[in-house]
C-alpha cells in the first residue's frame, strides 16, 4: 500500500512531521514501513508551458519547432518529437540544468539547426511508469489542465512534490489496505482522531432504484451484503488532473471517470467496488450464485473463463455478467457510451474469492481486499461516496435508494480481559488508566471495573476479536522497545544433547580429523540422481508440481549429491577431495502414509591422502583407506566388535571386486567401496572411494557405561607366524580360525605382511600376522604359548591347507 | 735426585700429550701409557727399590702427587673432549627449522553447521532441549497446527513443495512446535526447546532465495512467561551471535502462531549503527522472528491457555551467516566449493 502524505493529511494534522520520521514510527508501532520517497527536489526547474506555436520541421518526419511561453522574458524554442503536441496546450516543460529520473541532463542545444532550449516531457520522462500513465498520454506528451499557471513549477500538478510511505501490510492488518484504515493508524501513533469528510447523497427522489434493479444473493454466506446503486444520465469522460494525480501516484493508471473514482473510493475505504454499464445488463435483477458446471464468462481481459461450482459469479437474473470480486465481464463494463451505471458494493466470503483468484491466477487489489476482509460499517458509505462522486464528475445523477441484500449488520465487539493478565503477557506493570489511555488512542471506548476492563473494538479492526489481539494492541500502542527484559525464571533443568545428538556431533568432529570436510547439498535432485547408490529399492518421493527436473525428487542417497561435489572441486583443479555429509534420505513406503526419513552419513574421497612433499611420496586414497576411517569411527561408537565386512558385486554403481557390504547384527546397514571406473570416467574423476552408512540405528542404541579394564600386570608374549594360502581366502575368514583355535590367552592378531609376486606361487598369498598372548591373571608359561601356537597352526593347516613358512 | 727429575720430566710430558689429546680414545691410551699397570708412572715406580729408604717416602709422595695431577688432567681434557664431541655431533644435526612441518590433513564443519551448533549450544546451556522434526510434513501439521487453517491468507506468504495433497516438504520448523506441545509432558517440568533444521520453499534459487534453507526454532511454555522474558532471552542471543556490544529492537509483525508477533532487528554490526550499506542505513538489521504462543495453538495441542503460555522465535542460520561473514550469495552454502568451505575452518 502506496500512501501519499498529503492524502492522509486531508485527515490528520502532519504539520512538522517529517515524512522519514512518520515512517520510523509507523514501523515501529505496527506496520512495516518498505521505502519512504520524498518529493522530487531535483525538478523544481520542470514549469508548466503553454505550446505558441508547433511547426513540422521540414526534413523530419516527427520532429516540430516549438515557440513555448514559459513565463520568462520571451518564450523558448523547443524542438519536440511528441506526435501529440499542439498549439494552446499547457504543457510539461524542464528547463536547462535539470536532470531527469532517468538521468537525463537538460542543456541548451541545436537539432538540425534549430535552437532547443529545454524539453517538453511526458510522464515517463518524470519518472511515472508505463502501467500508471493514461492510455492517451502514452504515446507523447502530458497535456496539462487548461488553468494550469505558466511558468509554476509542475510538480503539485502532478504530485511529485509529495512524500510517498510504501507500507508492506501483513495479512492480518488489511484494515490498512485503505487511506482511511492508514487515517486511524496514524492517529493513533501520534495521538489525533482523523477526521473525515461527510458524505452526502444528492438523490433524485423522482426515481427510485426499483424502477431499475432488484438484487437476490442464492447463499447468504457467500454474499452476506450486496449493495448497489444506480447512476444515470452520465458523460464518462476523462478524469480531472486531482484524481488523475492521486491515483498515477499511488500505482493506478487513470481510464475513465467512472472506473477511476471505483478505485480511488477502494483506496480511501478499503471497499472493492464494481460498476456495470447498466444498459448492457439487459435486465432488471441482478442475482449472486455460484456458477453452474460448464458455465463461462469473458472477462474484462478478453478471455473466456470456464466456470465451476467454486466460482461465485453476479448474473443478470441468467447468465453471468462479472466475477464476485475478482473480475467483471467484458459485456457489461462500462465505456465511454455507458449512461447509467449500476454500482455495487459487496462483502464476499473470503474463502470463495481466495480459491477463484487462485484457480483462475487472476489475483487483483480487489481480490486480495475480500480474501483479507473488510470493514463491514462503511460498505454503504462507500457506496454512496462513489455514486456521488460519478455523477458530480459525470455530470449525472443519482437514482434515489439502495438495491439490498444485507444479511449481516455490522456490529462492535467487546473483548473483556484482566489487566493482570496484560501485565504477566507483556511483563509489565501497567495500571488501568495507562491501558485506557492507550486503547483511547486506537479509537476503542473502554468500560473498566477494579481489576479488568472491556474494550468497545469497531468493524473497522476486525482483526481483533480475543484477549491476545488486545494484549498485543496495548503492546505495539506502548512500545516493544520499552518492555523489560528478562529471562524466564522457570525451573532449571540442565539442557543436554540426547545421546544420538552427541554421538552425530562426534562423528562430525571424528570425520574432520581424519581429513574430511562437510558439505550440505540439497535433497531435492533429479530423478535419476534421487535413486543412483541407494541400497533400497523402489523410486524416490517425488514432487506433485516441481519446479525443475533438477530439483524434483527427494535423495535416497547422499552419495549422488557428494559425488557433483566432489566432481564440481576437481573440475576446478582440485586434485584431492575428501567429503564426508550427514543428513537425512527418503525412501517410500507403500504401506505407510509418509516416507521413511532416515539420517544417513556418507563419505567421498579421491586423490591422495598424502600429497608428494619434499620428505614424503605421495600416497593415494584407497579402499583401506575407507575403511581404515570407518573402523575407527566404529571403535568411537563401541560398536567395531559387531561389526563385519562382506565382498558384494551386487551393486552397479560400485567396484564389482573393491566393494564390501557393512553389516552390523545380520543387517546390512553401508556399503564401502569403490565408485565403478565407468562411473568415476563419465564425471572426470580419479578413482574414487566411497561410503555411506545408515545411522540412524546405530546412534540410537542405549550402550552399556563403559567399565574400565584393569592396565595389564604381568608381561604378554608374541609370535609371528607367516603362511601361504590361496588367494581367495579372505582375512576375516583366517581371523576367525585363528580367535576359534588361538586359545584363552590370544588377546590381538594382527596383519603385519601380506605379499603376492616372486617366490609365491600363482593365485596364492603369503600372511604374516602377530599374535600377542596374555593371561591378566599370571605370567604366561612359555610351553602354554607354545601349545596353543601349535593348536592354532594346526588348525589353520587343516582349515585352508595353509603353508607354514 | 735424578728419581725426582725424571718424574717431573714425566709429567710434563704426560701433560703435553694429553692436552693434545684429539679424543676420547687416546685420552684412554695415555691413560694407560702412563697410569696403566704398565704404565710409565708405575714403570718408574719399580725403581724405588733401589733409593734409599730416606728418599723413598719423599719420591713416593711426589709419585703421587704426579699421578693425582695426571688424574685430574685426564678427566679434564676428558670432559672437555666429551663436550666437544657432543657440539659437534648437536651441529652436525642442526635442521633447517624453516622447512615446512608435515602436513596433517584435517578438514573442517560446514559454517552452517558452526553457527547451528553455537545457537544449540548457547541454548543448551540454558536448559534447552535441541528437538528434531521431520523434514516431511503433513499439511495438517505444517499449516493448520501451527494456526494456518485452508484458505488463509496467510498462507500465501509460504510457497511450498506439494508430495500428495496431504504431504509435504516443510516450509518452517514450527510444525515441531506442534508435534513437542502435544507430547510434552508440563507435570515433569516448563518445554523449553529449540529445533534446527531444513527447511524448504517453493522459490527459485538466486543470490538470497534458496529452495532448500535452514531455519532454527524455539519454544517456551511454562506458567507465568512473559514477552520480557523473550526479550531477555534474544537479547543474549543478538549478543552471542554479534557481539557484547549489539542491540536488539522489536517492530510489530505477523505470523499466525504468535500474538503478539514482533519482528526482531540487531543494531548493526557493521556500523555499530550509524548507518551503513549492509543495514541499509537504517542502523538495524533484521534477524529473525517471534511472538507470544498463540492460544490457539495450545488449545489445538490440549493445552489450557489460560494456565500456560509462552514464546516461540524462528531464525535463519543461512541469513546470520551471511551477515556475520559478508557472505552475499546464498547458493555458496549449497555448491560445497572447497575455497569457500576451507575458509570457515578457522574459528571465530
Redesign the interface.
Known sequence: MRVSVKWLSEYLDLSGIKPVDLADQI??????VDDVSLPAVTLEKVVVGEVLTAEKMPDSDHLKATMVEVGEEEPVSIVCGAPNVKVGQKVIVALPGVKLPNGLKIKKSKLRGVKSNGMICSLQELGFSDSVVPKKAEEGIYILPEDAKIGHSVLPYIGLDDAYIELDI?????DALSMRGVGYEVGAILSQKPSFPEVTVTEDKEDKVENYISVSVEDEKDAPVYKMRVIKNLKVNESPMWLQRKLMNVGIRPIDTVVDVTNYIMLEYGQPLHAFDYDALESKRIDVRRAHKNESLVTLDDQTRKLNQDNLVITNGGVPVALAGVMGGLNTHVTEDTQTVALEAALFE??VI??TAQSLNLRSESS?RF??GLNTATIEEALDHAAQLIADLGSGQVVSGVAKVEAIQPKDKKVTLAIDKIN?????ELVMDEVVQLMDRLGFETETSTLTLTVTVPPRRWDIA????I??EV??MYG??R????????????????PK?RRI?ET??F??????????????TTNEKAKAFSRHEGEP???????SEE?QA?RMSLLSGLLD?VQ??VA?Q?KS????EI??V?HADSNK???D?LTHLAGAMTGS???A????NEQNVDFYTAKGILEEWFILMGIEEEISYAPTSAYEAFHPGRTAEIIWKNNVVGLVGQLHPLLAEERDLKETYLFEIDVDALLDVEKDTLIHVPTPKYPGTSRDIAFVVDEAVLNDSILSVMKQNGGKALKTIKLFDLYQGQNIEDNKKSMAYNLVYQNPEATLKEEEVTKDFEMLKTALVETFHAEIR | MEMEKKLATLLEKAKQEISEAKDLKEIENLRIKYLGKKGEVTSLLKGMKDLSPKERPVIGKKANEVRDALTVILSEVKGKREKEKLEKQLAEETIDVT??G??I??????V??QII?EIEDL????????IEG???E?DYYNFERVNLP?????R??QDT???????L?RTHTSPVQARILEKHDFTK??L?MISPG?V?R?D?DDATHS??FHQIEGL?I?E??????L???L??LAQKMFGKEREI??????FPFT?????VDVSCFKCAGKGCRVCKQTGWIEILGAG?T??HVLEMSGIDSNKY?GFAFGMGPDRIAMLKYGVNDIRN???????F??QFKRKG
Open positions: 514501523t515501529l508501532t505496527g506496520i512495516e501483513t495479512p492480518n492488518r488489511a473470503s474463502s481466495r480459491k486480495s480474501e483479507k504477566q503477557a507483556l511483563g509489565t480475543i484477549e491476545a489481539d494484549i498485543e503492546a505495539r516493544y522497545n518492555l523489560p527484559s528478562t529471562l524466564p525464571k522457570s525451573e532449571s533443568i540442565p539442557g543436554e544433547l540426547t545428538q556431533r562430525q568432529r570425520m574432520e580429523g581424519a581429513g574430511l570436510s562437510q558439505t550440505i547439498s540439497y535433497a531435492l518421493v517425488s514432487l506433485d508440481w516441481p519446479m530439483h527427494l561435489n564440481y572441486n576446478r582440485r577431495v575428501s567429503f564426508y543428513g537425512r527418503f502414509k509418509r516416507p526419513e591422502r598424502i600429497e612433499n619434499w620428505q614424503e | 622447512l615446512p608435515k602436513s590433513t584435517t578438514g573442517q564443519p560446514h552452517m553447521t551448533e541454548f543448551l546451556g540454558m536448559g534447552y532441549q535441541i521431520t523434514e516431511v503433513t485452508q484458505n488463509h491468507p496467510a500465501d506468504m513443495f506439494y508430495i500428495t495433497s496431504e504431504l516438504l517440568g516448563p523449553k531444513k524448504y517453493r527459485t529452495h532448500q517456551v511454562d507465568n512467561i512473559t514477552m520480557a522474558d526479550k531477555g532471552t537479547e543474549l529492537r522489536l517492530r510489530p509483525s505477523y500474538e503478539p508477533s514482533v519482528e507470544m498463540h492460544p503460555g552454502f549449497y555448491l560445497n566449493d572447497q575455497r568451505l576451507e
